[in-house]
């Protein structure tokens, strides 16, 4: 059971922000044992799939949201103790009940497209009663938008309280410790190329889509077996960001120079042929103010082969999405 408060994140969002959200969830899990060397690493972590419902506390305007998401949950403590706590980190697809509409739903600035983005983290306490059965309780936030696909897009944060109960079945596996813990397709030094593109809309409502797309040369280093540090150049080509100058009635540039440029640092941890990497950087050319100098690049990434990977990419600007971006990346070190 769940209960929380949408995040006033805009003053846009207030007139839809009428009460308390309330939901639940059903999630089926399965932990991991040692059969992957990162398992153990990352402290036999579970994964599975979770079904989220949520009564966004606006019936008029927003409704309902029904969640499907994978997920990890990393324990945080020992696993033999009967108290743990746990960190739980997903991302899927969210269908929003009410969506805006200039005539019948003008108020709803959250929602233009059914099917949305969710990101969901919860951070909570663990007690486990029996080898079954498990108490927990803990805090949690959900993120759902489109990622700037249609406007208009402000999205809603809702972070809340919950509390719960699981049983777990099936045959147990005694956790396995591998004899052998050196990761050797984790090289010393990396050099890999991203390209992505995506499709965003800007303000006002009702305009077209733009291509918008991300070149990002990255240099990584190994830090443990299964983690990384890592230092990125950043080309992004935006084409909503010309007619973005204008609406804003700031002094039109040349169309070359709203490529952005920037130069991000990160951290990337590795799960076997998955990889979630981590970067916040700056920019060093930006025209347009609107977006402010800082942005968050979020990837997760999926090794086709010893070269080539293919990544979604997640960037957005104070919290809020600039667009989603898929493509393939190639690797240029052995």
């Known amino acids: ?16 922000n009428e009460r308390p959200s309330i939901g639940g969830e059903i999630f089926l899990s399965k932990q991991t044992y040692g059969a992957h060397r990162w398992n153990s690493f990352f402290n036999y972590p579970e994964y599975g799939l979770c079904y989220t419902f949520l009564n966004l506390g606006s ?5 309902t949201a029904h969640c499907l998401f994978p997920y990890m949950n990393f324990h945080l403590l020992n696993n033999n103790s ?19 509409d200039a005539e019948l739903n003008p108020l709803n600035l959250a929602f233009s497209t059914h099917f949305n983005v969710m990101l969901n983290a919860q951070l909570r ?4 009663l029996s080898n079954e059965w498990m108490l927990f309780a803990g805090a949690g936030i959900n993120h759902l938008s489109n990622g700037a696909y249609q406007m208009p897009n402000l999205g809603l944060n809702v972070i809340g309280l919950f509390a719960g109960i699981s049983h777990s079945f099936g045959k147990e596996n005694r956790l396995i410790t591998p004899v052998n813990k050196i990761n050797t397709k984790n090289k010393n030094w990396d050099c890999s190329a991203y390209l992505l593109g995506g499709v965003k809309e800007i303000n006002p409502i009702g305009g077209h889509k733009y291509v918008a797309g991300d070149f990002n040369l990255e240099l990584t280093k190994r830090h443990l077996q299964y983690t990384r540090f890592g230092i990125s150049l950043d080309v992004t080509y935006d ?13 039109a540039v040349d169309r070359l120079k709203t490529m952005r440029v920037g130069v991000s640092g ?12 981590l970067f916040l950087g700056t920019y060093l050319h930006e025209v347009n103010a609107l977006y402010g ?17 293919l990544s979604v990419s997640f960037r957005n600007h104070k919290g809020k999405a600039d667009f989603i971006g898929i493509g393939l990346g190639y690797r240029f070190t052995r």
């Open 266 to 277: 990160g951290y990337i941890l590795l799960f076997g042929d998955f990889s979630l990497d």
């Open 239 to 251: 084409g909503s960001e010309y007619d973005c100058i204008v609406f804003q009635s700031l002094p």
């Open 293 to 309: 100098k800082i942005y968050q690049r979020t990837s997760l990434r999926y090794s086709l082969s010893d070269r080539v990977k």
């Open 1 to 16: 059971m769940d209960r929380g408060r949408i995040f006033n994140h805009t003053p846009l969002i207030t007139p839809i």
């Open 59 to 63: 019936p008029d305007y927003a409704g």
């Open 125 to 128: 306490g663990v007690c486990k």
């Open 82 to 100: 009967p108290v743990n706590i746990h960190l739980r980190i997903g991302a899927g697809l969210a269908y929003v009940e009410k969506v805006y």
